[in-house]
């Protein structure tokens, strides 16, 4: 008697080029093979390489969202730019309308306060993020909408007590404060459908419960939640660790982070720590070091710089790097100009703490970096720059090790069934093609046939 499936995919090749079919039932994989004898809904891959879907192991998606909706002046160089693309987005019909825009370059002219942003646009209420997310940028239409005292230590304010505009790391607040509904993320969940991606890790340091419920069944990829020790668990995600936003600039007393390590043990949960400068990673070693030690599970997020003689350390602890390949192509050209050469070769490395024995994970960072995977996987391949230079030959990786960022090692049977099929270019210069992804079985994108 022939098996029955819900859904056989055939004429496929795995990522080594050898034919593959499968065949799926209940949302998991049941049959693998060269060829499947059964019966059920048939799709054929036309030669395409089926492998498991693509995980973003570091994303904000609330964030990304967000700047789905708003101004984009990642390439304004100049006052002028940024100005014409502010007002080419404004709604001069609702002047109390807020504008939000992000991708702010501080070279243009510096962190601007309120007096300069009320050139810019007087008007309108304006929130502007500078291109690390770290800061908020407000005119004085849209200080005025913060209301008056109490103002928390993130308010930045000048010798008269008055508010410049300048807010640093104060998402939660200032979401909490000029209210308004959280950003819709159908659409994200459908642009990272058609790049393949079935899962992501949302790495935010302030989620906790109410941020949860915002995330969870707002796209169809399955979700691992990162922040607050106070996060529970919850139906259709999976608790990650506490998260440690560290800031070289403002860096807490050790035994604060101590504690919050400690915590997070008590409630089984590992930690990670954001780690993109070189203090914040000796910081995050000593804490772990004076707090019994890492956990297998124990994350650093970044990993921007690290020094070829901490590699044998963060080994030996068992500590998984999570990089960001992408911001070799995405902001490589701007490192190049600011940073020393004999440097360039610590900044987001792959190839050399693979072969140090440390586990590696990939993540976009989105919105700070660009969601799309596969520009990642192309600058893990060829450590290219938005211009075409190189950063850090020696840690460039093989394809299979660029997928492993992203993927499983290999299906299985009985593995849920988040499956892409997808075309590696041979060019390195270009950048993957989907054609089908699979969620539990079920197909959430395809292209057009």
């Known amino acids: 008697m022939k098996a029955v499936f819900d859904l056989i995919i055939r004429n496929a090749y795995n990522a080594e080029g050898a034919p593959i079919s499968v065949g799926i039932r209940d949302g998991l994989i ?6 499947i004898e059964g019966s059920g809904t048939e799709y054929d891959a036309r030669g395409q390489t089926l492998g498991p879907g693509l995980h973003d192991h570091h994303c904000h998606l609330l964030a990304t969202a967000a700047r789905m909706e708003s101004v984009d002046l990642t390439d304004c160089h100049t006052e002028n730019d940024a100005i014409a693309r502010l ?27 309120r007096d300069l942003l009320d050139k810019w646009l007087p008007e309108h209420p304006l929130r502007m993020q500078d291109r690390t997310g770290a800061y ?10 913060l209301g008056t005292e109490p103002l928390p230590p993130c308010v930045e304010r000048d010798a008269n007590e008055r508010p410049t505009g300048r807010i640093w790391r104060g998402d939660s607040w200032l ?16 642009q990272l459908a058609r790049w393949g991606v079935t899962g992501v890790t949302d790495a935010s340091a302030s989620n906790g419960n109410a941020e949860a419920k915002l995330l969870v069944g707002s796209i169809p990829q399955r979700m691992v939640i990162m922040g607050t020790e106070d996060l529970c668990d919850g139906d259709y995600y999976s608790v990650g660790p506490v998260k440690l936003l560290l800031d070289e600039n403002d860096l807490p007393p050790i035994d604060r982070i101590m504690e919050r390590i400690f915590t997070a043990r008590k409630l089984n949960r590992n930690v990670a720590a954001h780690c993109a400068t070189l203090g914040e990673l000796l910081f995050y070693l000593e ?4 707090s019994g030690g890492a956990r297998a599970g124990d994350r650093i997020e970044h990993g921007s710089v690290i020094p070829e003689s901490l590699i044998g350390d963060i080994s030996s602890m068992g500590l998984i790097v999570v990089t960001q390949p992408n911001f070799i192509h995405d902001r490589g050209d701007r490192y190049r100009s600011q940073i020393e050469g004999f440097e360039l070769d610590d900044l987001y490395r792959l190839g050399s703490l693979l072969r140090g024995g440390v586990q590696v994970l990939g993540g976009s960072d989105a919105p700070y970096g660009d969601a799309n995977p596969w520009i990642a996987l192309r600058a893990a391949l060829d450590r290219r720059t938005r211009n075409g230079a190189v950063i850090g030959l020696d840690e460039v990786i093989n394809q299979s090790a660029a ?5 499983n090692p290999q299906l299985k049977i009985g593995d849920r069934a988040d499956l892409i099929l997808y075309d590696w270019p041979r060019d390195t210069g270009a950048l993957g093609e989907v054609g089908l992804t699979l969620i539990g079985g079920d197909i959430i994108w395809q292209t057009e046939r």
């Open 403 to 407: 997928l492993a960022l992203y993927q």
């Open 287 to 290: 804490a772990l070091r004076q």
């Open 87 to 113: 007002h080419a987005r404004t709604d001069s019909s609702a002047p109390d309308k807020w504008v939000r825009a992000f991708g702010y370059d501080e070279r243009v002219a510096g962190l601007p306060d």
């Open 30 to 35: 049941a049959a693998i093979g060269k060829a």
């Open 136 to 145: 908020w940028l407000l005119n004085s239409a849209g200080i005025a909408r």
């Open 175 to 190: 979401r909490e404060r000029i209210g308004g509904s959280p950003p819709s993320l159908v659409k994200l969940g459908k």
